[in-house]
């Protein structure tokens, strides 16, 4: 399968992609319900991401991870496999710039496929840890009514963008992916060994339609292997199955306020959150 989008420099420095490129990448989403595109950002920015979150989490071994997942909602922290965690991450330091979630390249191919009107809906990191088993084959979400044959004829309404914080290998567990499986009725059950998966490197954004099946693979490595997940979505949609318990976005107000103003309305689900959470503190809920 040939999902991988090369981003030349120019169209990097440019933020917009050119448009051979552009209609590659979308015949691809549509085709494979996932496209790899390599070097949307600078290797720089990772790494200083992957620096702060270091020094968030870096002192976190598998075993504190699944301690602090096991107290009281809202928490944070979730347990989503062996040695797996996912995190929503405080958009804050070097997470909250913009040219992160608002990547003037990844926002104008994004609103080529979701509408001008699409949001910023969660904002999350999974982590797995050294000795990390194999993730459940699932799908982000399941199907919205239930029934195979309007799902399946649905324009996508959401992607979730992966943004690798260190070069990940077939040692370190890349996620898998089934080509295709955003039009599968919702019954198969593919076969582990029948995934595809390739090496995902520092400044590649990985975009998969939220019907395609996917999963963890092992961490036979030696280190951590942080992945950050931002998902993007039609205004009508929001991710209510997956953030029980928890916020999926972690933005405070005066965060947003800095916001500049073509930014702000991609964030408008972190300001209501950050809102409702002010409002439950102030009401001692």
Same mark, same amino acid.
């Given at each position: 399968?040939?999902?991988?989008?090369?981003?030349?420099?120019? $169209?990097?420095?440019?933020?917009?992609?050119?448009?051979?490129?552009?209609? *590659?990448?979308?015949?691809?989403?549509?085709?494979?319900?996932?496209?790899?595109?390599?070097?949307?950002?600078?290797?720089?920015?990772?790494?200083?991401?992957?620096?702060?979150? *270091?020094?968030?989490?870096?002192?976190?071994?598998?075993? +504190?991870?699944?301690?602090?997942?096991?107290?009281?909602?809202?928490?944070?922290?979730?347990?989503?496999?062996?040695?797996?965690? $996912?995190?929503?991450?405080? @958009?804050?330091?070097?997470?909250?710039?913009?040219?992160?979630?608002?990547?003037?390249?990844?926002?104008?191919?994004?609103?080529? &496929?979701?509408? #001008?009107? %699409? +949001?910023?809906?969660?904002?999350?990191?999974?982590? *797995?840890?050294?000795?990390?088993? %194999?993730?459940?084959?699932?799908?982000?979400?399941?199907?919205?009514?239930?029934?195979?044959?309007?799902?399946?004829?649905?324009?996508?309404?959401? @992607?979730?963008?992966? &943004? #690798?914080?260190?070069?990940?290998?077939?040692?370190?567990?890349?996620?898998? @992916?089934?080509? !295709?499986?955003?039009?599968?009725?919702?019954?198969?059950?593919?076969?582990?060994?029948?995934?595809?998966?390739?090496?995902?490197? +520092? !400044?590649?954004?990985?975009? %998969?339609?939220?019907?395609?099946?996917?999963?963890?693979?092992?961490?036979?490595?030696?280190?951590?292997?942080?992945?950050?997940? %931002?998902?993007?979505?039609?205004?009508?949609?929001?991710?209510?199955?997956?953030?029980?318990?928890?916020?999926?976005?972690?933005?405070?107000?005066?965060?947003?306020?800095?916001?500049?103003?073509?930014?702000? #309305?991609?964030?408008?689900?972190?300001?209501?959150?950050?809102?409702?959470?002010?409002?439950?503190?102030?009401?001692?809920?």
């Amino acid at each position: 399968m040939d999902w991988v989008v090369a981003v030349s420099p120019d $169209e990097r420095g440019a933020g917009v992609l050119h448009p051979e490129t552009q209609a *590659s990448a979308l015949g691809k989403l549509r085709q494979y319900g996932c496209v790899l595109l390599r070097g949307v950002y600078e290797p720089a920015l990772i790494d200083a991401l992957h620096a702060e979150f *270091s020094a968030r989490y870096g002192g976190l071994d598998a075993h +504190r991870m699944k301690a602090l997942a096991q107290r009281p909602p809202p928490n944070p922290i979730l347990e989503v496999g062996d040695a797996r965690f $996912e995190i929503t991450v405080a @958009i804050t330091g070097v997470f909250a710039r913009p040219d992160l979630y608002a990547s003037p390249l990844l926002r104008r191919f994004l609103i080529g &496929v979701l509408g #001008p009107d %699409m +949001r910023l809906s969660g904002f999350t990191s999974v982590v *797995s840890h050294p000795g990390a088993t %194999m993730q459940h084959v699932h799908r982000d979400h399941a199907f919205l009514f239930g029934d195979n044959d309007p799902a399946l004829n649905l324009p996508i309404y959401a @992607i979730n963008t992966s &943004v #690798p914080l260190i070069d990940v290998d077939a040692l370190t567990g890349p996620t898998a @992916i089934w080509p !295709g499986s955003h039009t599968w009725p919702q019954q198969i059950a593919p076969p582990p060994q029948t995934a595809f998966s390739v090496p995902f490197l +520092r !400044g590649d954004a990985i975009l %998969m339609d939220y019907r395609t099946l996917h999963t963890g693979l092992p961490n036979r490595g030696a280190r951590a292997r942080p992945i950050l997940y %931002m998902v993007y979505a039609r205004p009508w949609f929001f991710d209510e199955v997956n953030h029980v318990g928890r916020t999926s976005l972690d933005m405070p107000l005066e965060q947003f306020a800095q916001l500049p103003p073509d930014v702000q #309305p991609l964030l408008s689900r972190a300001y209501s959150q950050a809102m409702r959470a002010r409002w439950h503190l102030a009401a001692g809920r």
